[in-house]
């Protein structure tokens, strides 16, 4: 549904509601008013219809062979780093890390299907307690010299 509230309490045609005079067409099945609101209704059938066409003719019927769809040049020349996961080695994994994974690797792909030079970067993060043991470890052993 397409919310025209904000326009509605501006414009002076919604402060004195007229009943809507709407003709159904191919994409737009009904449309009626809700105090401030519009209610679009879509016919789903014409918009898969469109939808799916589109997108088969992007990927398996494209001039050039390849997949073409979702993809464009507006990231052309343009670089970003994408850090992602970095999990605290000294605590247990769990699926919030995997979570992480996946949406940095999903905006890398998207990035990248615009056009734009993806550096990703998957590490593994905080070393600070790993460090902590190892000074504390040495300090406390005498010094052997070889």
Known sequence: MLDLSPLMHTHSLF??????QFKPD???????QEKAFLHFT??????FKQ??????DLTKDSPTGQPEY??????????????YSS????KNFHVGHLRSTIIGAYL?????ANGWDV???NYLGDWGTQVIHLVQFYRSRPYIPS
């Open 51 to 56: 939808v799916l066409t589109q997108i088969h």
């Open 119 to 121: 550096t990703s970067v």
């Open 108 to 112: 890398a792909n998207l990035y990248k």
């Open 15 to 20: 402060s004195n509601p007229q009943p809507l």
């Open 70 to 83: 979702g993809r464009n040049d507006s990231g052309k020349g343009k670089r970003i780093v994408i850090e």
């Open 42 to 47: 879509c016919r789903t059938p014409s918009l």
């Open 26 to 32: 191919e994409w737009i099945e009904s449309v009626r």
């Open 87 to 90: 999990p605290n080695i000294a």
